[in-house]
């Protein structure tokens, strides 16, 4: 997925919580699941969506570096490449991991927001923020999946040792 798509569908959910915050913030305040939902146990879910990207993005990275070492043998010829095109790439996919991270901190100190305050704009501005969340991590976490299947379908056979 572009990384504009992406952010246009994270810019459209949190458009949607700001207006349903705004005008009728019982929709998201009184609603049963987010109640339960937006606590521990979103934390648990971030953590384990957040734990898996960041293997996968070091699977990416080794990947990528095995591949290079076998395609291009001469060591400044892969170089160049790693400061051209896979340093872009690698720029990218290390950018969608520290969003990922970065949502989680914001919905840790949403948390601590919501225990704070009981009114129903913050319960609704805090569950809102939280389905943004989950939101933009299930688009990086599709995104970075779907590099890793799209690198498994075109690596190069392996030489198995031979030259």
């Not at 872009?88 to 990922?100: G, K, M, P, Q, V």
């Not at 009114?119 to 943004?132: E, P, Q, R």
């Not at 969340?133 to 995104?143: M, S």
């Amino acid at each position: 997925m572009k990384r504009e798509t992406a952010e246009g569908v994270t810019l459209l959910s949190l458009t949607g919580a700001i207006v349903l915050t705004g005008f009728a913030p019982k929709v998201l305040a009184e609603n049963t699941f987010l109640d339960a939902f937006v606590s521990h146990e979103i934390m648990a879910f971030l953590i384990v969506i957040l734990t898996i990207t960041l293997a996968s993005v070091g699977s990416i990275h080794l990947t990528m570096t095995e591949t290079l070492q076998r395609m291009v043998p001469d060591k400044e010829a892969r170089e160049r490449v790693e400061k051209g095109a896979a340093a872009d790439f690698r720029a990218e996919i290390n950018s969608s991991a520290w969003y990922l991270f970065w949502a989680f901190v914001v919905c840790a100190a949403s948390l601590v927001v919501k225990g704070q305050w009981h009114n129903d704009y913050v319960k609704s501005a805090v569950h809102g923020l939280a389905i943004t969340v989950v939101i933009l991590n299930l688009l990086i976490l599709r995104d970075l999946y779907k590099t890793i299947f799209v690198m498994a379908s075109t690596s190069p056979p392996s030489n198995n040792g031979k030259p």
